[in-house]
Structures are given as C-alpha cells and as structure tokens.
Nanobody, 129 residues
C-alpha cells in the first residue's frame, strides 16, 4: 500500500520560514518522482517543485530562490524548506509521488505527465502580513 504523508504546516509571519515533510512508502522501487504543489481557495493547483527519477529538481518561478527541497538519508522523506514566505504563499500544500514521470517547464510552471500520482492529505500553510 502506497502512503504519502505530509506534515509541518502552520502559520508564520511574512518573511518567515517553514519546513514541510513528505514521507513516501509502499513503492516497490525506492526511486520515485515526487512533487509539492499547492492550492489556495478559488485558485488552480500549482506545482511548485518536482524531483524526477534522475534526481533533477525543477522549481516554479513563483518560488525559485525561496523554496528548496532535500531528501532524508533514507530517501523516503522529502523536505520542502520555505523561506522568505509571502502572504500569497498561503495555501494547502500537497505532496504527490508517482513511479514514473515526464517533467518539463513551460512559462515558469512545472508540467508533468506519466504514472498515476499518489497524493497526501495536504497541510495548511498560512502566511500573515
């Protein structure tokens, strides 16, 4: 059974930092594609960072230079370090994992296809001004 579990959300003032965690388990192959996306009320879901099977990382322009991902030693945990947070970063953040992916950038956004994603339940991030 594949499980994707996020944690680490909360409320922070503008300019502050938060670290989100995503623990992935249940895949037969430890190499998986993982991405973080976010969705604010009334807005489309936006993929903010994605790591593919080669380990290549792509960031959306909206978070480039402020967000950074890293993997835990066991490779099953992916951390999203967010700094310089802005009120517009307020959203529910979701982690998703899939066994394969084709990833490309278009217009500053991260696009992906291939492999059915497994989603976590989401974690709320609120940035106050």
């Amino acid at each position: 059974q594949v499980l994707v579990v996020e944690s680490g959300g909360g409320t922070v003032q503008a300019g502050g930092s938060l670290r989100l965690s995503c623990v992935v388990s249940g895949f037969s192959d430890r190499r998986v594609c993982i991405d973080w996306s976010r969705q604010a009320p009334g807005k489309d879901r936006e993929r903010v960072v994605m790591i593919d099977l080669t380990g290549r990382i792509r960031y959306a322009d909206s978070v480039k230079g402020r967000f950074n991902i890293s993997q835990g030693n066991d490779k099953n945990t992916l951390y999203l370090q967010m700094s310089g947070l802005k009120p517009e970063d307020t959203a529910t953040y979701y982690c998703a994992a899939r066994p394969s992916c084709l990833v490309w950038s278009a217009g500053g956004r991260i696009m992906a296809s291939g492999g059915d994603p497994y989603w976590g339940q989401g974690t709320q991030v609120t940035v106050s001004s």
